[in-house]
Each structure stands twice: as C-alpha cells, then as structure tokens.
C-alpha cells in the first residue's frame, strides 16, 4: 500500500501525522510526506526517516483577501506539481493545516481515496472543504464533527502521539527516575510542566517568571519550563539562586515523554498536544491562545474543562498571582488531581495511531 501524507505547518500537526505514518510503516505501507518547504514538518519528517517532497504554501486568512487568493493560487501550483506521486497512491491522508492543501486538492483531481486528521475542535477551512469528498475524517474532538458537513462521515479515533508518549503509562517509574536525571530535578519535590508548544508562548513564560517570588518558599515544588527557543532569559533572569523554589528552564524539551513521566500538574497551551497530558494522566491548566484561528483552542479547552480534565485560565486573566494561585491550589489537593487525571485518561485515545491506520486501510481497499 502506497500512501501519501499531506499537511503540516506546525509541531502539533507533525508529530500526530508521523505517529500514524509509523503505524504504516509497520503494516508494510509505503510512505511519503507533502508539506510546506518552510513548515516544522520540513526538518521534523527526514528526521523521522520518511520521504519529503516540499512544496510552497502559505496560510489563508478566512476572510476574503489578496493574501487569501495568493494562497489558493500557490495552494492549485503545488496540487499540479505532486499531481503524479499523488495519483501512484492508494490513499491520501490529509493531516491539517494549510499545507495539506496541495495533497488534498490533488486527489480530489486524481480521484484518489482521502482521510482526513482533525485535531481540533474546530476544523481548519482545508479539512472544512475536503471533507465533502473525504472517505472519512478522524477527529480529537467530539465537538468537531457538528463543524464540518452533515453527509461527511465523522470518527472519533483521538489524535495519534508518538508511541514514548503511549508508553509513559506503563514505564512511568523509570521514565521518571531518568527525567529527574535529565532535567536537574530533585526526588523529594512534586513537578509542575510549564509548556507553551515548541515556540513557546512568551505571554505565559511572562506570567510564569512573575509567579517565581511569590512561590519562592516552597522547596516541596519545582518548575520544569519549556520556553521556547526564543524566551529562555525571560524565566532564567527571574530566577533567585536563594530560594527554596527549584525551577529548570529549557529552550526546548525534545524529550517530552520524560517531562509528561515526571510531572503532576501541567501549564500549558491548549492545541492538539493537550491529547498527550490526557494520554498520560497528567492534570492541567490550560491557557487557550486568543488569537487562534476561530478560537479553537478555547473550544479544546472547553471540552476537557466539561470531561473534568483540566481548568482554564483565559489568557486575559493570566497574570503572576493567577499562575500561583492555580499551583498552589491544585498542588496541595491531591485527591483533586488524581480525579482531573482520571478524567483525562477516560477521555484520551492513547490508541488513536493505529485506529486511523485502520481507516487508511480501509479506505485503500
């Protein structure tokens, strides 16, 4: 079986999409990837030992514009370019973002199968489209399906992570024991993760290094932040070498199985990577970023607000005080966390790789 990914743009729509392509890969599929010559999945999917076949695109506005008629037209140039790989394939999966549009248009023209990957809860305009003539599409979200058109055929599957992250529930102890060497951190302490994705979320980082007076005494905690590259002094310059409260500061966390392993509260953005805290029972707070197109990552946070999974904090209100007060009140209740984390597990797919592998599979036939 052939099959051709398409899309990308961003970590959270990367590291689902190679989750899946590795299930693949595993049935003795064939795999090559379609994405944006300057999207995270340019450096992210040679790096995972797939083919990459590049291609310019540039985000639509939703709106009607000349940046959006830009896009299109760069989107049809690219759909002609991969036209023939696409039309050697036995299905095309779809896996967001405004680079799937060249693939996803592309087997709409060479009548090839489609599945569609979601990870939202509000579905991007691309998915919206195709998914009028996808075979099926694959959602994190039970709310995406009453976004997209009624005849579409809609499964909930979870969004694929990556099997260390499917793993953390079953070697937590060890993976803990190696986080705490990794990272710096200390046995005796409980851990709050503080993630704003892989370019961070100066905002938060912000709210975070204002917090750290205010939680200086409390050597029963440490910080694990992951920054971003861009942010990093923002947090370590707040940090006082004379208190109590142990924070660690990374750039980047390229090993999150080990900090999800370690952590018993997380902060974090609310996008597709909240379906890993869930995988991994890990209680959190979520911050949905305001500006995120059409809100869905408030629309995410909602849904596991109402599963019990996690609280929101609207970015509005983030400011130091709130930070602290969201630690120090989850922190010192315990049987309030083991509920949030029961709940995400509840609510969690961890298998969802390989239910959409399924439905690759069939959609091939």
């Known amino acids: 079986m052939k099959v051709v990914l398409a899309g990308g743009g961003t970590a959270g729509h990367v590291f689902p999409a190679i989750a899946v392509a590795e299930e693949l890969r595993s049935r003795g599929a064939e795999i090559v990837f379609v994405g944006a010559e300057d999207g995270q999945e340019a450096g992210l999917v040679p790096a995972a030992g797939f083919p990459f076949v590049a291609v310019r695109a540039v985000p639509a506005q939703t709106r009607l514009s000349p ?12 759909a002609s370019a991969v036209r023939s790989l696409v039309a050697g394939a036995d ?26 990957i979601d990870q939202n809860s509000v579905p991007g305009v691309v998915n919206r489209v195709a998914a009028r003539w996808a075979r099926v599409v694959a959602t994190t979200f039970e709310a995406t399906a009453a976004r997209l058109p009624k005849a579409a055929r809609v499964e909930r599957t979870g969004n694929p992570i990556r099997p260390a992250i499917v793993a953390v529930g079953s070697h937590r102890g060890a993976l803990t024991t190696e986080a705490r060497v990794a990272f710096g951190l200390e046995p005796d ?3 709050v993760l503080v993630t704003g994705g892989s370019q961070g979320a100066l905002h938060l980082d912000r709210a975070v290094a204002g917090a750290l007076p205010i939680l200086r005494d409390r050597g029963d905690l440490q910080l694990l932040v992951s920054t971003g ?27 999150m199985d080990l900090a999800l392993a370690v952590a018993d509260l997380a902060i974090a953005r609310a996008g597709a990577s909240v379906a890993e805290l869930t995988a991994c029972g890990v209680p959190s707070v979520l911050v949905p970023y305001p500006y ?12 596991l607000e109402r599963a019990g999974a996690a609280t929101i904090v609207r970015d509005a209100d983030l400011t130091p005080e709130v930070v602290a007060a969201c630690i120090l009140e989850l922190m010192n209740d315990a049987p309030r966390r083991e509920r949030m984390a029961a709940a995400g597990l509840a609510w969690a797919r961890p298998d969802a790789a390989a239910r959409i592998a399924d439905l690759v599979e069939e959609a091939a036939r």
């Open 67 to 78: 940046r959006s008629a830009w896009a299109l037209i760069l989107a049809l140039r690219a």
């Open 91 to 116: 299905v095309v999966v779809g896996i967001g973002g405004f680079a799937s549009a060249p693939g996803v248009l592309a087997a709409r023209r060479t009548r090839r199968p489609l599945v569609l």
């Open 189 to 191: 302490r409980r851990t």
């Open 229 to 255: 590259p861009a942010h990093l002094v923002t947090v370590t310059d707040a940090v006082d070498p004379h208190a109590r409260l142990l924070v660690r500061a990374w750039p980047f966390i390229e090993r």
């Open 292 to 303: 995120a197109t059409e809100h869905h990552q408030e629309a995410n946070a909602r849904e």
